[in-house]
């Protein structure tokens, strides 16, 4: 199960926000990621390192890159669009997308931004499921 998946990344493995969701999307719907592709997600957690954009969100979309892209960015109609849509639908639903407002208002010393990243990939999955870009289960 995907919730299963973000608490062995987060919480076992101690991969921050943006390598959790990347690598859990990964392992539930595409055949996994490899470290390196992990490694490319670092950098974007807490917020870029300094509290901006939320890492929750980059993973997301960069799971959205590695669903959609089997080129590059320019050869991939609607990609813009797509993740366009998806930052909108997750501020919607989240009420920011910023990592600042995001940690004081669901970070929790005992399980860090956990709830953070539980809830952004319930959104992901939503999001994916009602663009019928994965099966709905």
Not at 74 to 85: A, F, N, Q, V, Y
Request: proline residues 1%.
């Amino acid at each position: 199960m995907l919730e299963d998946r973000l608490r062995e990344y987060y919480v076992d493995k101690d991969y921050n926000c943006s390598e959790t969701v990347f690598l859990a999307f990964s392992d539930e719907y595409l055949n996994g990621a490899s470290q390196k592709e992990a490694a490319l997600m670092a950098g974007f957690g807490l917020g870029m390192g300094c509290k901006r954009t939320c890492g929750a969100l980059t993973g997301g979309i960069a799971f959205l890159g590695k669903l959609l892209v089997k080129d590059r960015a320019h050869t991939t109609p609607d990609l813009s669009r797509i993740c366009c849509e998806f930052v909108e639908f997750y501020t919607e639903k989240l009420g920011s997308d910023q990592c600042d407002v995001l940690r004081e208002k669901h970070r929790t010393d005992k399980e860090r931004c956990f709830h953070t990243v539980v809830l952004s990939a319930q959104i992901l999955d939503e999001f994916l499921r009602n663009k019928g870009l994965i099966k709905n289960s």
